[in-house]
């Protein structure tokens, strides 16, 4: 079973600075199933990135994510205000979905 | 505009059964596989349930599997999530969500809330 390690837990910065967050898997997984979300208090969960790198419709492009086999990383690369929020990574392995367990970026 | 929207959730005492019910629109649902994902208050995602397009593919998480039955109608673009002898910590919001080619979810809905507490 795959297990998915978000970090930091909390992230906290000011509008206009760049978010790094990470996610690694307890083993190689193919960078086609690993997608990223995001997810603001009392709303559904939002596609940002699939296939590792990929951004999903009407994504911005200052959102972008890397990495293959255990670790991999979603980048804002300049924070806007409505970026504030919970992100989760996500992965599919021997008919099982996994998602870490989130990283809060925070307005500092 | 595509749409997932989810119903059917409430207030229930352990050991009992609730049907949450998934009604999708604006896309051809008999063409997509979908998951069931849900939220524990303040906690993080959990995958819950998968049912491919024609429905002879199904998964469950352990956590619910012998307790939890999904199914699907593609005459009427439903899906359904037959939940039975619940827990209290099933409490959580559950969410319908499509599934794409490389098991990434594109679309999602609102989510319905379930309460189990006596």
């Known amino acids: 079973e795959i297990v998915l390690t978000q970090s930091p837990g909390t992230l906290s910065l000011s509008p206009g600075e760049r978010a790094t967050l990470s996610c690694r898997a307890s083993?190689?997984?193919?960078?086609?199933?690993l997608a990223w979300y995001q997810q603001k208090l009392g709303q559904a969960p939002r596609l940002l990135i699939y296939?590792?790198?990929s951004r999903a419709t009407g994504i911005p492009d200052r959102f972008s994510g890397s990495g293959s086999a255990t670790d991999f990383t979603l980048t804002i690369s300049r924070l806007e205000p409505e970026d504030f929020a919970v992100y989760y990574c996500?992965?599919?392995?021997?008919?099982?979905?996994?998602f870490g367990q989130g990283t809060k970026v925070e307005i500092k | 505009e595509v749409r997932l929207v989810e119903s059917g959730g409430g207030l229930v005492q352990p050991g009992g059964s609730l049907r949450l019910s998934c009604a999708a629109s604006?896309?051809?649902?008999?063409?997509?596989?979908i998951n069931w994902v849900r939220q524990a208050p303040g906690k993080g995602l959990e995958w819950v349930s998968f049912?491919?397009?024609?429905?002879?593919?199904?998964y469950y998480a352990d956590s619910v599997k012998g307790r939890f039955t999904i199914s699907r109608d593609n005459a009427n673009n439903s899906l359904y999530l037959q939940m039975n002898s619940l827990r209290t910590d099933d409490t959580a919001v559950y969410y319908c969500?499509?599934?794409?080619?490389?098991?990434?979810?594109?679309?999602w809905g609102k989510g319905t809330t379930v309460t189990v507490s006596s």
């Open positions: 083993q190689s997984i193919s960078s086609s199933y």
């Open positions: 049912i491919s397009n024609t429905g002879n593919t199904i």
């Open positions: 604006g896309f051809t649902f008999s063409s997509y596989s």
């Open positions: 996500q992965s599919y392995d021997s008919s099982r979905w996994t």
């Open positions: 969500a499509r599934v794409r080619t490389n098991y990434y979810m594109d679309v």
């Open positions: 296939g590792a790198s």
